[in-house]
């Protein structure tokens, strides 16, 4: 029997453990080479069969809900850093498995059925920072690359960070100090609004803690459920307490309706709104008449600080996709890019090597100055923006000017994201 002869012979045997989602037998590889006589020419057919194999990027994003936008966007993003590789890796197909973020509890379900179902090599995404939290003992357990793309908590990176987590998006304790400068000179009298859940208190908590160490005072503090459509009896209290500024621990769908009410009882332009985060769709969403605020932004598609490799992501985005990329795109790009990159220059799938190489890696082109994970709480380092709703909006995603990038004048990056001497991070062992 020809050795192309023997090939036909072992598929014909083999159709279901090589069919998707199941792995080739190599006891049923090892049966056909003995019962045609010619063993010696299982080794080399298992490495092309192997070879075939995707290797397999879990990614957990909201496609219902609050974040569904943003989840959809960053998907987007992933699969332009996809393309970017070619599709493959290693001489292997690249396979991005998208799960629902809809809940701590059904996140944890859904990354448990990428570690042991799907065998993901890595999983990526996380906007909420409630499932993040959930999600990461199960990364530490299993020993699986975990990159966090989009949620804010201090604690991800702080007293719960661990060895398999790495995080893109930016610390609530970075963001509020991003901006409270601009905020700031409107004057020392705050009202809070913000989600009932580990992101929007901690927001809170992270503002009002720097307002008052410069001598501010908090008007009025309110949570609201993640998901409200109603915040009429919030607004109404704002207006009566008279505040300088407004601040919100609010996203996605929430933030958009608070905006469009806000604009509804006229207080749009007269008390200034932020938030430590802004997604582009947000406010898109709001529409131009609605939005209004100046926010932290970790990245935008157009102003002064955007690099070549950025704007060309930006232009990729646009041609597959029809709208440029919002912040949560270019976040699960590079998190996944990320990902990619360790995978091949390690020539590993292995987390270990992936962790050990994020480590001590530093990603040129992104931003205007080289951006790396910090090796000790594993936070992506990089500078931010200060964002200003423009004025006048004409362009139907344009929404914002870019007012500066910080740290500034000099400042030092890692220093702007905290001592290690102030941290409650520990990461623990491979």
């Known amino acids: 029997m020809t050795h192309e002869a023997f090939e036909r012979s072992a598929m014909a045997g083999l159709s279901l453990q090589n069919s998707p989602g199941h792995g080739i037998s190599r006891r049923a590889v090892l049966q056909a080479g003995i019962g045609t006589g010619i063993a010696a020419s299982v080794g080399p057919f298992i490495s092309r069969a192997l ?18 936008v943003q989840g959809e966007n960053g998907h987007h993003g992933a699969e332009v850093a996809v393309k970017d590789f070619g599709g493959e890796v290693l001489g292997r197909p690249i396979e991005l498995v998208w799960l629902d973020e809809p809940n701590p509890q059904t996140t944890v379900q859904n990354v448990n059925e990428l570690i042991q179902v799907r065998k993901v090599v890595a999983v990526q995404g996380g906007i909420s920072s409630g499932d993040i939290l959930a999600i990461m003992p199960i990364a530490e357990r299993t020993k699986t690359l975990l990159m966090a793309t989009g949620p804010n908590a201090t604690e991800i990176t702080g007293a719960k960070c661990n060895r398999y987590t790495f995080r ?14 601009s905020l700031a000179q409107h004057g020392k009298n705050w009202y809070f609004v913000s989600a009932s859940y580990a992101w929007g208190i901690d927001a809170y908590n992270q503002m009002k803690t720097l307002l008052e160490s410069h001598g501010g005072k908090v008007a009025g503090y309110d949570q609201a459920p993640l998901g409200t459509t109603d915040y009429s009896s919030f607004i109404l209290k704002v207006r009566s307490a008279k505040p300088d500024v407004v601040f919100l621990g609010l996203g996605g769908s929430d933030i958009t309706n608070f905006l469009k009410q806000y604009q509804q009882v006229g207080l749009t332009g007269k008390v200034p709104v932020s938030s430590p985060i802004v997604n582009d769709s947000d406010l898109w969403a709001a529409g131009p008449e609605a939005s209004t605020g100046i926010y932290p932004k970790l990245w935008n598609y157009t102003g002064p600080y955007n690099t070549p490799k950025s704007k060309s992501f930006a232009q990729k985005y646009q041609q597959q996709f029809g709208a440029p990329p919002e912040v949560e795109g270019w976040q699960d790009w590079f998190g996944c890019t990320a990902v990619l990159t360790a995978i091949r220059e390690t020539k590993s799938t292995d987390s270990k090597k992936l962790v050990e190489f994020l480590e001590d890696y530093k990603f040129a082109g992104y931003k205007d100055q080289p951006i790396y994970f910090r090796s000790w709480d594993h936070q992506l380092i990089q500078p931010t923006l200060v964002a200003q709703v423009k004025s006048k909006i004409t362009d139907p995603h344009d929404y914002f000017d870019i007012v500066s990038q910080e740290p500034g004048h000099g400042g030092s990056l890692d220093a702007f994201f905290g001592t290690r001497a102030g941290s409650e991070c520990k990461l623990g062992s491979l």
């Open 51 to 68: 070879a075939a194999e995707p290797i397999r990027i879990g990614v957990v994003l909201p496609k219902s809900g609050t974040y569904a």
């Open 168 to 181: 893109v998006d930016l610390p609530n304790h970075v963001t509020v100090r991003t901006v409270y400068p």
